[in-house]
């Protein structure tokens, strides 16, 4: 029952600007620590950002630190990825996934489909 369904992406110019959204059904963002995922043609799965059940706290890989912001809206129960100043090399899928429930750590136990951004020179 738990489903996570993301939005947002799309082409955008280098230097540009796209929000990606999560949005969760089935589970309850707050319970989970909610993590943004990307895969480039190529290469392996990493992640980009992640934010803790408990506290709200953020955390993100340094290629995107001051560039990407992740954030929640409890009302919605929807996780967002803002991504600023966008570069070719962040072309990617995209995923949401969820935690255990009040985990701060992996394994994500449930994952979005993916959303692609394209980020053209």
């Known amino acids: 029952q738990a489903q996570l369904v993301e939005s947002g992406g799309g082409l955008v110019q280098s230097g540009g600007s796209l929000t990606l959204s999560c949005a969760a059904s089935g589970i309850t963002v707050t319970a989970h620590t909610m993590g943004w995922f990307r895969q480039a043609p190529g290469r392996e799965r990493e992640v980009v950002a992640r934010?803790?059940?408990?506290?709200?706290?953020?955390d993100y890989a340094d290629s995107v630190k001051g560039r990407f912001t992740t954030s929640r809206d409890t009302a919605k129960n929807t996780v967002y990825l803002q991504m600023n100043s966008l570069r070719p090399e962040n072309t990617a899928v995209y995923y949401c996934?969820?935690?255990?429930?009040?985990?701060?750590?992996?394994?994500?136990?449930?994952w979005g489909q993916g959303t692609q951004v394209t980020v053209s020179s």
């Open positions: 996934a969820a935690s255990r429930r009040f985990s701060l750590r992996p394994p994500y136990n449930y």
């Open positions: 934010i803790v059940w408990s506290s709200g706290t953020t």
